[in-house]
């Protein structure tokens, strides 16, 4: 079992302070960390800082993901954003990589660009396990390619978001609705009120939810770091999986 939460903008975390970051997130008990590290085409978060937290967090223990925005687009274009990715993974001697497939995977040519994309990125990191997060719901979006990115990938990191929805029932329906895809699951529940957590209580019944699932074996993470309330930082911390 584990426990993560996502950082977005490391500038914007702990007033940009790696040690800082690194500090809490051992008060946290957390096992990953997953940042940004490419958006489409482009490089995300300065690459010093990078290493420096990569190297600081593996130091203590914790893992250290990446994740990046794809843009889709065709063939060749996401073959060039895998390169730019996978090269960022091999460099920064991160854990692993996450895959941000959102609306522009909403086409009607988004398998073929879905799978252009991960066998680009496996033949540049290997068997680093390699994961996409997508929406909580593939009934409600039926156009991502599902089914081609679950041939090539290791996990699911559904965005758990409940905004009006009862968070544990949100939960349990997300689950259901990728059963049919097979690979784990490592849920990322909502924990700022702009992805919609509203509360500490709303939290941690969507903490209550996935330890009461003992499929999840990889607990659940959280976003985003630079967003979350105090309150919600206590949530996450007295929350142990499994």
Request: aromatic residues 12%; contains cysteine; charged residues 15%.
């Amino acid at each position: 079992m584990g426990k993560g939460v996502w950082i977005w903008k490391l500038s914007a975390c702990e007033g940009g302070s790696v040690a800082a970051i690194i500090a809490k997130a051992q008060r946290a008990g957390l096992t990953r960390v997953a940042v940004k590290i490419a958006d489409g085409l482009s490089a995300y978060n300065p690459t010093p800082a990078l290493h420096t937290l990569a190297d600081g967090l593996r130091a203590v223990g914790i893992d250290c993901w990446g994740w990046g925005w794809s843009y889709g687009g065709g063939l060749d274009r996401a073959r060039a954003e895998a390169d730019l990715a996978g090269h960022r993974v091999l460099g920064l001697g991160l854990t692993g990589y996450v895959i941000d497939a959102e609306a522009q995977y909403e086409t009607g040519n988004s398998a073929a660009t879905a799978r252009a994309y991960c066998v680009r990125l496996r033949e540049i990191i290997g068997q680093v396990p390699l994961g996409v997060t997508s929406y909580w719901s593939p009934a409600l979006h039926p156009q991502v390619p599902w089914k081609a990115f679950a041939a090539l990938i290791d996990y699911w990191w559904p965005q758990v978001y409940w905004y009006t929805r009862n968070p544990r029932q949100t939960l349990q329906q997300c689950l259901a609705e990728l059963e049919p895809y097979g690979r784990e699951v490592i849920p990322l529940g909502a924990a700022d009120p702009g992805d919609g957590c509203n509360s500490a209580t709303e939290l941690a019944q969507f903490c209550a939810g996935v330890n009461a699932r003992p499929d999840l074996r990889h607990g659940a993470d959280f976003y985003s770091w630079q967003d979350v309330p105090g309150a919600n930082w206590t949530v996450i911390k007295q929350t142990q999986f499994g």
